[in-house]
């Protein structure tokens, strides 16, 4: 198995412009989260997914986050507009119901 | 607020050495994992521990839960410079749901 994928795995960008960060979740897994990571905040739950639906997205920091999983095997995480405030390691994840998580490699995020 | 935290920040060892790492949380939960972080890598699951289990062994690993005290502990003996991450623990309630992840120990075992 290839284990959760994202793309890119870098991405730098200007303020203002759009980001979309994609993720392939383990195929079978049903839930899908969505994670920020830095050094001054750690690791923040974003929003998770539970069968393609928005479960929980308390976590989402503000409008210009917005996140989709329109099928089973794929899911974005868009950022519009982006800015330098947003700059941090995004994680996606996938598991069973009350299983463990599997990360993927991240996409490190940089808005200049 | 974060339903787990860790405790130290952050431990530095001599290899061969065991290091002990803890975890709080407020609220009753269904499970409790452990993880780990390499640098600039996403997080590995370690091991899980169920609510109703109190001591689980894997390999090198121990891991307790005192559900009582609402705190967990990891134990890796015999440390390596490969231990050398960060250690994170995580909540998941009753529901499947507050997957919460605590600011994380960061290890170095010095060689």
């Known amino acids: 198995d290839a284990g959760v994928i994202q793309s890119p795995r870098h991405e730098v960008t200007e303020m203002g412009q759009e980001v979309t960060l994609r993720c392939k979740p383990i195929?079978?897994?049903?839930?899908l989260f969505w994670y920020r990571q830095t050094m001054m905040r750690g690791l923040e739950l974003l929003i998770y997914f539970n069968n393609n639906v928005p479960i929980d997205d308390s976590g989402m920091p503000e409008d210009r986050f917005s996140a989709k999983m329109p099928n089973a095997s794929f899911s974005t995480l868009k950022i519009q507009p982006s800015e330098p405030r947003d700059s941090a390691v995004y994680f996606c994840a996938s598991s069973l119901v009350f299983g463990t998580q599997y990360f993927g490699p991240g996409t490190r995020l940089t808005v200049l | 607020s974060q339903q787990g935290e860790e405790d130290p920040q952050a431990l530095s060892i001599q290899e061969g050495e065991n290091a002990t790492m803890n975890c709080s949380y407020k609220t009753s939960i269904n499970n409790l994992q452990w993880y780990r972080q390499n640098s600039g890598r996403g997080l590995v699951h370690l091991i899980l521990?169920?609510?109703?289990?109190r001591e689980k062994h894997s390999g090198r690993l121990r891991v307790t839960l005192d559900t009582s005290k609402k705190s967990s502990s990891l134990l890796i003996t015999a440390s390596r410079a490969a231990d050398t991450a960060s250690y994170f623990c995580?909540?998941?309630?009753?529901?499947?749901?507050?997957?919460?992840f605590g600011p994380g120990t960061r290890l170095s075992v010095l060689p």
């Open positions: 195929s079978g897994h049903n839930s």
């Open positions: 521990i169920r609510s109703n289990e």
């Open positions: 995580a909540t998941e309630d009753n529901y499947g749901q507050n997957f919460v």
